[in-house]
């Protein structure tokens, strides 16, 4: 006596038999979760593949997507859900704010700009403050190492690190 053939369907028809959607058939068929026969999918066999290689917590529950939208489409703990992790979010914005670690735009702004404003006439200041003291130097080298010299102070100035007191954007030094 020969066993029955196996019943073998395609994974769109799988997947309406799971109740699940094609594409979430083929992602088991691509990481090895259930495998095909010639091609097409052993429903026996692939529901009890689907069983043993599934892991639930990661199972994604289509019955709302499959249902589309409309009025049942956004659920009431759907959007209970929603508004909780924004109110999370919120919330962990306000600590961080308290905390120092976090500050708004326009506060950042605005010690952008005097930190910019500082380095523009720290720059502008090098040539005042060096030409009558290279004025009376003739040799190119003792110059050039006056310049660098003059040019680190200013880049530690405006980097905030002359006296390593000086205040970030968000006023913490």
């Not at 404003?117 to 006056?146: F, H, M, Q, S, Y």
Request: glycine residues 8%; hydrophobic residues 40%.
């Amino acid at each position: 006596m020969t066993p029955a053939p196996r019943e073998l369907v395609s994974q769109a028809d799988y997947a309406r038999r799971r109740g699940v959607t094609k594409q979430a058939v083929s992602a088991a068929v691509q990481s090895g979760r259930i495998r095909l026969v010639r091609g097409k999918v052993d429903p026996a066999q692939a529901d009890r593949d689907w069983t043993a290689n599934t892991d639930a917590s990661k199972a994604v529950h289509t019955s709302a997507a499959r249902r589309g939208p409309g009025p049942t489409a956004g659920t009431y703990s759907a959007h209970r859900n929603r508004r909780e992790d924004f109110a999370a979010r919120l919330e962990q914005m306000r600590y961080e704010e308290r905390k120092g670690l976090l500050v708004s735009r326009e506060a950042y702004d605005r010690a952008l700009l005097d930190r910019q404003t500082r380095a523009v006439k720290a720059l502008l200041a090098v040539p005042a403050r060096l030409g009558p003291v290279l004025a009376g130097i003739a040799d190119p080298l003792e110059c050039t190492n006056r310049i660098r010299r003059e040019l680190e102070l200013v880049a530690r100035e405006i980097a905030g690190v002359a006296d390593g007191s000086e205040p970030g954007p968000n006023g913490v030094a």
